[in-house]
């Protein structure tokens, strides 16, 4: 197949989980879709296509080409932590590579990355996204519904780490990232106290 071709495919997978999608409130813009939730955090969902593979860049078993077909991507924006590590606002529509929690549908299910074959059967593959999305993929999302529950989610996920140096390393940044949040939460509070209040312009209208 063309790459249009396969764009194409992409295009009819992606329609009923557009639906989907839509009925737990996210928006559109393309391959991605972000919801917003308490907080200001952001939900987002992405399909990503497989690049053209250039040169050398194959190497079976080392580095594969995903020409031909696609995979998920999860994301949950804290606007507190991108403020604090880039001062400046979120974007209107957000990236999910601009997000600071990220998953893979495919590794989050099955613990593995897996792209899907942009090929004939993209009915049959259209539903087992649906499915996965339904079942893993946005409720993985609802559980970090603000800034709190992420802080949450860490302190879980550390608690249940292997004993292992790899575990320790990740734990540390695990709280290191919990640190941040928490800052960002206080600066951000700091901020509103010190705003001025807002000035009431009385207008006056000819009777």
Known sequence: MTKSAFA??????????????????????GRAYNRAVRDGLVHAVSFQMGQFPIGEYVIPGIR???????????????????????????????????????????????????????????????????????????PFLDQFEDHSSVVTYLERLAAFLPTTKAAQLLWERLFVFRSEIETALQRSSIRQRRRPPRRLTRVSRDT
Not at 11 to 25: I, R, S, W
Not at 97 to 108: D, P
Request: charged share 25%.
């Open 8 to 29: 194409a495919v992409l295009d009819g997978v992606q329609k009923p989980v557009t639906a989907l999608l839509k009925n737990v409130g996210f928006k559109r813009r």
């Open 64 to 138: 594969e080409s995903f020409y031909g077909r696609f995979t998920v991507n999860l994301g949950v924006m804290l606007p507190a932590v991108l403020k604090l590590e880039t001062e400046r606002d979120p974007p209107s529509f957000v990236p999910e590579y601009h997000c600071q929690i990220r998953q893979r549908l495919g590794t989050l299910v099955y613990n593995e990355d897996v792209w899907w074959d942009l090929d004939h059967q993209a009915d049959r593959t259209a539903h087992v996204i649906l499915e996965l999305l339904d079942q893993h993929g946005i």
